[in-house]
């Protein structure tokens, strides 16, 4: 079993006590319906030092690292995870800036996202591409010491509700593979040129918004460059790999928290006199749900100690997510069919758990896609032992 030192008991009973005290059910429901982004949580948690957790403490951040991030993600999701993972996503791409970015940069931005005045966003993928961004269209060409941004980006996290975005760009279209030509800017939302176009409502989380962005020729300084030019590609999969494993941590906390919810269900339940949790199909699908969840736990932890250590890889990283991801779709479904009719209605909150599940198995790359990272590295992993 995983064993977690003084420090991280500590973390997790934290946020534990903020999650039970400040999530509130009622809250989760109207904020559903009406796409607003809960402010004042991210502020609180923020004050706790629960957004910032893995940034530096000289950026207003905890100085822990992505272990500690995931024992957050896990807790908060388990009290409710649509809020759980809203807050968690606070600071998506900002993780670009801390591997990546230079100090001013770092000083600049990183202690406004940790502090609750600001969020990130990341404009990474094209219509029609996904996560196959091999093949972006949107350019940063070179002007007299500046940059100018034209193109359009989906499903940007946060967009629309951001401080600002982390953008991906084409700025050599003569590179052998292309990928090599692509670089990463800082875009502030306020910039001229850049328009923002919801996505509209979604099947869950549509507290957390995500939108179109389009750059009508947005003039950035060069100081706004990310890291090296021609790095942006191999950065973002750098980031996509820590990333997945913050959403395998979000994965199994919302499996605990629909697992949760399920069998003090059925404890409480009475059928033909008895509770049902003396039947002996439920009491076996119980043991699959905890079973499911503590190996899927396992693997995500792994990872995060992994990645924390510099020893992680991209398919580490795609293992955790797949195996939490699944574990989560399962469970959640398996907590709507224990609740029966019950699990279909909103105030008992499993359902919501299972929409947000499909949005965590989706987010940052299909199954599909992980899958054929996976096998890549063992197919690899074989020919190496011959």
């Known amino acids: 079993m995983l064993e977690f030192n003084t420090s991280q008991k500590q973390i997790q009973k934290a946020v534990r006590a903020f999650a039970k005290g400040e999530f509130d059910k009622e809250k989760v429901l109207e904020l559903d ?23 530096p403490e000289d950026y207003s951040g905890g100085g822990m690292g992505l272990f500690e991030q995931a024992l957050v993600a896990e807790e908060m ?35 406004g996202v940790a502090e609750g005045r600001f969020r990130c966003g990341s404009a990474i993928t094209e219509p029609g591409n996904g996560y196959d961004i091999s093949k972006i269209s949107t350019v940063a060409v070179k002007n007299k010491g500046n940059y100018t941004i034209t193109g359009r980006k989906t499903h940007v996290v946060n967009g629309g509700n951001a ?14 593979p292309l990928t090599s030509g692509f670089s990463l800017f800082i875009v502030e939302a306020e910039k001229k040129g850049v328009t923002v176009e919801s996505s509209g409502q979604r099947l869950g989380l549509n507290m ?35 990333s997945r494993m913050l959403a395998a941590a979000q994965a199994v906390g919302l499996a605990r928290g629909a697992y949760e919810r399920a069998l003090a269900h059925i404890k409480a339940r ?3 006199n008895r509770p049902i949790a003396a039947f002996q199909a439920l009491r076996h699908k119980i043991a699959d749900m905890a079973t499911t969840i ?52 909103r105030e008992y909150e499993v359902e919501h758990f299972y929409r947000d599940a499909k949005m965590l198995e989706v987010r940052d790359g299909s199954p599909y896609l992980l899958k054929d990272i996976i096998a890549d590295s063992e197919i690899g992993k074989l020919k190496a032992r011959k």
Request: proline share 3%.
């Open 33 to 55: 319906k009406s796409g607003d982004y809960p402010q004042d949580l991210y502020v609180k948690a923020a004050d706790l030092g629960l957004i910032g957790i893995h940034f």
């Open 77 to 111: 999701c388990a009290v409710d995870s649509s809020l759980g993972i809203t807050l968690g996503m606070a600071s998506y791409g900002a993780e670009f800036i801390l591997r990546f970015g230079s100090p001013d940069q770092k000083k600049a931005l990183l202690p």
């Open 163 to 176: 401080g600002f975005y982390m953008v991906l760009c084409q700025t050599d279209p003569t590179t052998v």
């Open 208 to 242: 957390l918004s995500s939108a179109t962005l389009d750059f009508d020729s947005v003039e950035v300084p060069s100081t706004n460059l990310i890291g090296d030019l021609g790095k942006g590609y191999d950065y973002v999969q750098a980031f996509l790999m820590e």
């Open 270 to 272: 009475e059928q033909f």
């Open 294 to 345: 503590t190996l899927a736990r396992l693997v995500t932890y792994d990872a995060a100690r992994r990645f924390d250590l510099n020893i992680c890889d991209a398919s580490t990283a795609c293992l955790a997510k797949t195996a939490a991801c699944k574990a989560a779709m399962t469970v959640s479904d398996d907590a709507v069919q224990l609740l029966g009719g019950y699990g279909y209605m």
